[in-house]
């Protein structure tokens, strides 16, 4: 349940649990006079839980009803209280525990009440759980993996030499009923259930894709080992990734970026249809790249590179105390401080070898050119981390299959194409323009037109535009605390800023870099 609904339960719940002593001793000829003092009832209570975290909220809501219970009538539960303890009841479809939400005592309770069966309200209702980006078609797939859980599982595909195709071994059945079980194997063709054919071939590889592996139709050692993950894990897994849903807003706008982390992967999306993918490199284990949301403002041309002092003391000191040519080499220059007007100092006036990395501070700042860090683009949108999108020399780094290898910051595979996508609507920044203005070797800092949302999000299973159930590594290891939290924790109201604006990356340095 999202933030909403566990409002509107608490809601139910001060409604029922206020009136009932009144309304229920009622022999049937004083109702009005019940709901009177159900009214008083309602409102001393409020003055005894002003301190309560609900009672702002609770209070503006009573007041504008003066008083009146939300959920009841002289009548007993009004229909709308009806539709919302069945969503409750069926909380569990939704990957939910309907015992967190006190059903049981629920249960008792609207025992004490005639139940009105007239009304619907599942218009209110309906789009708080379904609307979420992704939600309800992860949902499905949800019920899908307890369905073959129920079934009893999918086997186990033992080790030994790779499989591909041609191979005949009675390890090929084994993977050819693990991937029927997950539907990636087309049962409708007739095949000899020990040989590796074109259609077991196909099969494989498309479990390779929804899963962010080698897609060689090859079962190594990667492929088996995800072949092998249990379904109570992947169904743990769509869990947690059904509760991440919950943190987002509705929609996203016409236009966004999207940046999901253990894929790899961005995408740019115009009025609900993607338009432009690439691969991206993001934080290592040790250095993650945060949770965030923000709007791109500006992008930045031949950028330099000012050097994070986290980094400078961790990766560059040790490179330049190695060997003093480094700094010439890498085309870093070495000031004073880090005050607007700090003096350059001659590399060669220090002796590098007395210099202690963890107590280093000055500011080192990489020229423009070929050798810098962020290579010819950097995208800058406003967060608390100092983290942004650009460019890089390292090309081919994009081959790699895991691509956590940054310092935080993500780098982009085709950032010529997002630059060309974010200036198409105006302010003159034509594709010819840009590239000249890159050929030139000069920093410019172009505001966009109108800024673009981006998001970037930690996704380790999601359904994709083809309707496809992916999973990926969970590369920072957050899935399994999450679960833990989601499974012992009460409900508990967080706001969306404080969801996706780092309460899930506060860990993440804000001395971040590339």
Known sequence: MNRVMILTLVFLWVSLTCPFEVSCTSNGTGRNSDILSANAKTRMM???????PFSTPLRRLFRLRKFRPNWI???GLQSGAMTLLEKIYKSDLEGLSAEKYHVAKIDTLQSRFYHNEEAQIENELGPLISQNYGYGVLSRYF????NILNSGGWPQV?????????????????????????????????????????????????????????VDGIVGMATRKALNVPVEERIKQIKVNIERRRWLPKEFGARYILINIPDFKLIYVENEKTVLTMKVIVGRESRPTPIL???????????????????????IVPKII??????????????????KDASEINQKSINWLQIKPETFSFKLRQEPGPSNALGQIKFIFPNNFQVYLHDTPARGLFQKTNRSSSSGCIRIEKPLELAKYLFRSGQGWSSEKIIAALNSGKTQILRLPESVPIYVLYWTAWVDDADMLNFRKDIYGRDEPLFEAFKNCRPAILSHKE?????HSNHQSRNSGR
Request: aromatic share 10%.
């Open 46 to 52: 409020f003055q005894e839980t002003r301190q309560h």
């Open 73 to 75: 009538s002289g009548f």
């Open 143 to 146: 019920m899908q993996y307890l």
């Open 158 to 214: 033992a080790g030994g030499p790779d499989l591909k195709e041609g191979d005949r071994s009675w390890r090929v059945a084994a993977l050819r009923s693990r991937l029927a079980a997950s539907k990636d194997l087309d049962e409708g063709h007739e095949s000899d259930e020990d040989y590796f054919d074109e259609n077991l071939n196909n099969a494989v590889r498309r479990f390779q894709t929804r899963h962010g592996l080698e």
């Open 293 to 315: 949301a923000s709007e791109i403002t500006s992008v930045e041309l031949n950028p330099y590179w000012q050097i994070p002092v986290l980094i400078a003391r961790k990766d």
């Open 322 to 339: 190695e060997d003093p040519g480094y700094l010439s080499d890498a085309n870093i220059r070495i000031f004073n401080s880090w005050e």
């Open 499 to 503: 969801d996706i604006h780092g309460s």
